[in-house]
């Protein structure tokens, strides 16, 4: 079995490329361009030819502009803003052929109506509802950025919109906020946080060796079991949580910091079945006094020792390992984040300050997949 805990459903057939993300990759001059990732395909890139917006559109933007400055020194078109609520609307009532229909024909070809509505389906499965839609700027003059709140994400969507008010480019990826902290690594000592060997079952920079890094918030994550020497993670059949070797095995605090967040009360799952309502299932965030946000997840229902508010130091009880939430089978998934909402969060890289990796000591160390790891002593 692999181990899977993301926010994705399982059975969903596509992922939002969430790694293409720099905002030169977009230009937009001549052209739009709509990148939509699939699973097992490459990256979709269509080109279609960008005409300017008609004048009439431009004065009544221009003359917007001058009336109102908002914080952002633009404003969103109309032509724009009814393109980009229809969007919303037809989204949110599982329209999505009405969507197809707002596309033009360049986009129609290069996403026919059934891999559009794949899309759209894998999409809101993971993300569920647009709860908000900011528009936020307009790009290269050429196409419109938005901060688009779902259930549970966050995302930019970018929407260009042609001469005849159709959609000819859309790009999703996950929402970064220029204004908030930004966090290259913890600055904080870490310690693992549990008692005796452990494995990494995902944890690294690729994606072979971390299906997380797709997860803004998450893209430095690692879950880790416990594996006996077979390499197996349970010790009979694996049909129970009870014969994981990780299951109820006490988790303990990293560092000192303050319990920001907890979540208990949510029942452990049947290894192999999971929980996509609320992902990470029971969980916990401390934050240190460096503002790292230090997330926990998957703890075992009502065993969570914390609560919010509280500070803790350094090898404290914070609760047993788990299978809650978005877990196939019981681990620990940890990942330091540089806020607390995961849904805005961005991941930041984990190191601990000195570990047995494989039987050797390191120090200022992340660890990655396969890696059987451990406090020294
Ligand atoms: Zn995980």
Same mark, same amino acid.
């Not at 009544?60 to 009814?82: D, H, M």
């Not at 910091?257 to 996509?276: A, F, R, S, T, Y």
């Given at each position: 079995?692999?181990?899977?805990?993301?926010?994705?459903?399982?059975?969903? =057939?596509?992922?939002?490329?969430?790694?293409?993300?720099?905002?030169?990759?977009?230009?937009?001059?001549?052209?739009?361009?709509?990148? #939509?990732?699939?699973?097992?395909?490459?990256?979709?890139?269509? /080109?279609?030819?960008?005409?300017? $917006?008609?004048?009439?559109?431009?004065?009544?933007?221009?003359?917007? /502009?001058?009336?109102?400055?908002?914080?952002?020194?633009?404003?969103?078109?109309? /032509?724009?803003?009814?393109?980009?609520?229809?969007?919303?609307?037809?989204?949110?009532?599982?329209?999505?052929?009405? #969507?197809?229909?707002?596309?033009?024909?360049?986009?129609?070809?290069?996403?026919?109506?059934? %891999?559009?509505?794949?899309?759209?389906?894998?999409?809101?499965?993971?993300?569920?509802?647009?709860?908000?839609?900011?528009?936020?700027?307009?790009?290269?003059?050429?196409?419109?950025?938005?901060?688009?709140?779902?259930?549970?994400?966050?995302?930019? *969507?970018?929407?260009?919109?042609?001469?005849?008010?159709?959609?000819?480019?859309?790009?999703?990826?996950?929402?970064?906020?220029?204004?908030?902290?930004?966090?290259?690594?913890?600055?904080?000592?870490?310690?693992? $946080? !549990?008692?005796?060997?452990?494995?990494?079952?995902?944890?690294?920079? /690729?994606?072979?060796?971390?299906?997380?890094?797709?997860?803004?918030?998450?893209?430095?994550?690692?879950?880790?079991?416990? %594996?006996?020497?077979?390499?197996?993670?349970?010790?009979?059949?694996?049909?129970?949580?009870?014969? @994981? @070797?990780? !299951?109820?095995?006490?988790?303990?605090?990293?560092?000192?910091?303050? #319990?920001?967040?907890? *979540?208990?009360? #949510?029942?452990?799952?049947?290894?192999?079945?999971?929980? $996509?309502?609320?992902? $990470?299932?029971?969980?916990?965030?401390?934050?240190?006094?460096? &503002?790292?946000?230090?997330? !926990? =997840?998957?703890?075992?229902?009502?065993?969570?020792?914390?609560?919010?508010?509280?500070? *803790?130091?350094?090898?404290?009880?914070?609760?047993?390992?788990? &299978?809650?939430?978005?877990?196939?089978?019981?681990?620990?998934?940890?990942?330091?984040?540089?806020?607390?909402?995961? &849904?805005?969060?961005?991941?930041?890289?984990?190191?601990?300050?000195?570990?047995?990796? &494989?039987?050797?000591?390191?120090?200022?160390?992340?660890?990655?997949?396969?890696?059987?790891?451990?406090?020294?002593?």
């Amino acid at each position: 079995m692999v181990l899977t805990d993301n926010i994705k459903a399982t059975n969903s =057939a596509f992922a939002i490329d969430g790694v293409w993300s720099s905002a030169d990759s977009f230009v937009v001059k001549e052209s739009s361009v709509l990148r #939509i990732k699939f699973c097992a395909e490459k990256p979709k890139t269509v /080109t279609s030819n960008y005409k300017e $917006p008609n004048m009439i559109d431009k004065l009544i933007l221009i003359t917007l /502009t001058l009336l109102t400055i908002n914080v952002f020194g633009q404003i969103e078109s109309s /032509t724009y803003k009814i393109v980009a609520d229809k969007f919303v609307e037809n989204y949110n009532e599982n329209d999505f052929k009405s #969507i197809f229909d707002s596309f033009s024909l360049e986009m129609q070809s290069a996403l026919p109506l059934d %891999k559009a509505t794949d899309f759209l389906k894998g999409l809101k499965s993971q993300a569920g509802q647009i709860t908000k839609l900011q528009f936020v700027k307009y790009v290269n003059g050429t196409y419109a950025s938005y901060k688009t709140n779902f259930e549970r994400a966050l995302f930019t *969507v970018n929407i260009s919109v042609d001469n005849n008010s159709k959609i000819n480019g859309l790009f999703i990826k996950p929402f970064t906020d220029e204004n908030l902290p930004k966090m290259e690594r913890n600055i904080t000592k870490l310690q693992l $946080p !549990f008692n005796g060997e452990w494995t990494v079952f995902w944890g690294g920079d /690729t994606k072979e060796l971390n299906y997380h890094i797709e997860n803004q918030a998450q893209k430095n994550a690692f879950d880790i079991v416990i %594996k006996d020497e077979k390499g197996n993670s349970f010790r009979i059949d694996g049909i129970t949580n009870e014969d @994981y @070797y990780a !299951f109820g095995k006490e988790l303990i605090a990293p560092c000192d910091g303050e #319990i920001v967040l907890v *979540v208990d009360g #949510i029942k452990d799952n049947k290894p192999g079945e999971l929980n $996509p309502m609320y992902a $990470p299932g029971n969980s916990v965030i401390i934050k240190t006094d460096k &503002n790292e946000y230090l997330f !926990f =997840a998957h703890f075992k229902q009502n065993t969570i020792k914390v609560k919010q508010g509280q500070n *803790v130091k350094q090898g404290e009880l914070l609760g047993l390992c788990g &299978n809650s939430g978005n877990s196939s089978e019981p681990h620990l998934h940890f990942h330091i984040q540089n806020i607390e909402d995961m &849904n805005a969060a961005t991941g930041v890289k984990c190191y601990f300050d000195k570990l047995n990796v &494989n039987g050797q000591i390191k120090t200022d160390y992340s660890p990655i997949k396969n890696e059987k790891i451990s406090n020294v002593k």
